[in-house]
């Protein structure tokens, strides 16, 4: 014998009550941010912003507990091997510096400007923690960033700012999934374009008779004296026209604690 | 009285991971709350904050900035004949 669930049907009205107040809701929420871009955004940032500023001088304070723990004679070593650290860096700084005042003078030579200077900025939030692959920063309109602008890491070109706000932007990356980037394949001089497949990987498809080679170098055609990335692996499928070139960026994108924000003009 | 206090919790738990876990643990967690306690609205609220905290126009989204608050709206609705089907909630 059948009985009638009369508890099911209670239960199927309350969900269709429920997916009408929310479709509404979410309605209202698109309509609001397309009427007036980033009204969210603007608001919950400023009270992030102090949360994971401190949060990173807690974690700074727990990494440096155990070094209370350190003997006289450790600390010692350890220091005398960072002097000697310390004396290689200095020498090869001389040297960078060497090389980067030749660079900018060919750069003047062939008439290009030498690379622009920009605005330090402290990464907030990697996208390790971001459901969108963004990374955040604590520079904001109040120093000059504004969307569009090149977001570096080292010499390193990493994505754009893609929203910007008092005092901190949204930065998109290269290599965020799915995001296109026309780029050059150093050892073939062959222009292509990247597609993004997150967290600093990218993906090529070239012509199968296309020469290249794992550690070949990529440069974005605009700015190709920086790496943008290096070649780690081509899958190659006699049975299709195209290999499939896999390279990633020369920095991983998680440990990235500082960028520079080159202004766009 | 028991899942009041389990829904103080949770929403102490889901919000502080909303500005300090990793998007897909504090989305994790929210779908656990979902399942344990009683119209737990909330996992729309936090995948609003995480939503409006991260959120850039991507191709990979067709340039929607608040997929995860869409995703946890479904989630919510398809919550609830879930539950009422599995042996686990009578």
Do not use: C
């Not at chain 1, 990697?126 to 000059?144: E, H, N, Q, R, W």
């Not at chain 1, 001089?189 to 296309?210: K, Q, V, W």
């Amino acid at each position: 014998m059948n009985y009638h669930l009369k508890s099911r049907e209670r239960g199927s009205s309350l969900s269709k009550q429920a997916i009408v107040v929310f479709v509404a809701l979410y309605a209202v929420v698109i309509v609001l941010n397309t009427l007036v871009p980033n009204i969210f955004d603007a608001l919950l940032l400023p009270i992030a912003k102090p949360l994971w500023k401190s949060e990173s001088r807690v974690i700074g304070l727990i990494r440096a507990i155990p070094v209370f723990f350190l003997t006289k004679r450790h600390l010692n070593d350890a220091l005398i091997i960072a002097e000697e650290k310390l004396a290689l860096y200095e020498t090869t700084e001389k040297n960078i510096s060497l090389l980067r005042a030749e660079n900018d003078a060919l750069r003047e030579l062939l008439g290009r400007t030498p690379i622009p200077k920009g605005v330090v900025a402290s990464v907030l939030r990697t996208p390790a923690f971001s459901p969108y692959d963004s990374l955040i920063i604590d520079a904001g309109t109040k120093v000059g960033v504004k969307a569009g602008d090149l977001v570096l890491v080292g010499e390193t070109p990493a994505g754009v700012v893609a929203e910007s706000f008092a005092s901190s932007a949204k930065v998109k990356l290269y290599s965020t999934s799915g995001e296109r980037t026309p780029i050059l394949l150093s050892a073939s001089s062959t222009h292509m374009e990247a597609l993004g497949r997150g967290g600093g990987n990218f993906e090529i498809a070239a012509p199968r008779d296309l020469p290249v080679e794992k550690g070949d170098i990529v440069t974005l055609p605009e700015l190709h004296t920086a790496v943008f990335g290096v070649v780690e692996d081509v899958l190659f499928d006699p049975a299709r026209a195209f290999q499939t070139i896999l390279f990633r960026s020369p920095f991983n994108i998680s440990e990235v604690r500082t960028v520079l924000i080159v202004s766009n003009p | 009285m028991r899942n009041s206090k389990l829904r103080i919790i949770a929403n102490i738990v889901v919000f502080a991971g909303v500005f300090l876990f990793p998007w897909w643990l504090t989305f994790l967690l929210a779908v656990v709350a979902l399942f344990n306690i009683e119209w737990y609205i909330e996992i729309i609220i936090a995948s609003f904050l995480l939503d409006v905290l991260y959120s850039i126009p991507i191709n990979l989204y067709w340039g929607h900035e608040f997929v995860l608050t869409l995703v946890a709206i479904i989630a919510f609705i398809v919550s609830g004949p879930i539950k009422r089907r599995l042996i686990f909630y009578t």
